[in-house]
């Protein structure tokens, strides 16, 4: 069993600055993706960033040149979002999700509970 755990979240400036941890802990297949998401108020789940094990990036276009993912594997494995030049359009909770991807197929689809992020104006 894979077990996510989010932290990092808070209340900030607009204009400032958080970074998010993702902490791994659990088998994930050696060939996946993590990956960052947010829920606004009122709003569905929405892709902020991810990352594969092979080092590809991907960002959504309302984050890019704001926010930078990450990835580390020792000593565990863990995904991490920092984010810049915060705006109040940003305030939401961001969830940590990883799964593992064979070809087209996914292999184990796992999620955190989520961590809270507030920017005031």
């Known amino acids: 069993q894979v077990y996510l755990r989010e932290s990092g979240g808070g209340s900030v400036q607009a204009g400032g600055s958080l970074k998010l941890s993702c902490m791994i802990y659990?088998?994930?297949?050696?060939?996946?993706?993590m990956a960052w998401y947010r829920q606004l108020p009122g709003k569905q789940r929405e892709l902020v960033a991810s990352?594969?094990?092979?080092?590809?990036?991907?960002y959504a276009d309302f984050v890019k040149g704001r926010f930078s993912i990450s990835r580390q594997s020792v000593p565990m494995k863990a995904v991490h979002l920092e984010m810049n030049n915060l705006k109040p359009e940003d305030s939401g909770t961001y969830f940590c999700?990883?799964?593992?991807?064979?070809?087209?197929?996914?292999?184990?689809?796992?999620w955190g509970k989520g961590t809270l992020v507030t920017v005031s104006s």
């Open positions: 999700n990883a799964r593992g991807t064979s070809g087209h197929a996914t292999v184990g689809d796992y």
């Open positions: 990352m594969s094990s092979g080092g590809y990036e991907n």
């Open positions: 659990g088998d994930l297949f050696s060939s996946n993706i």
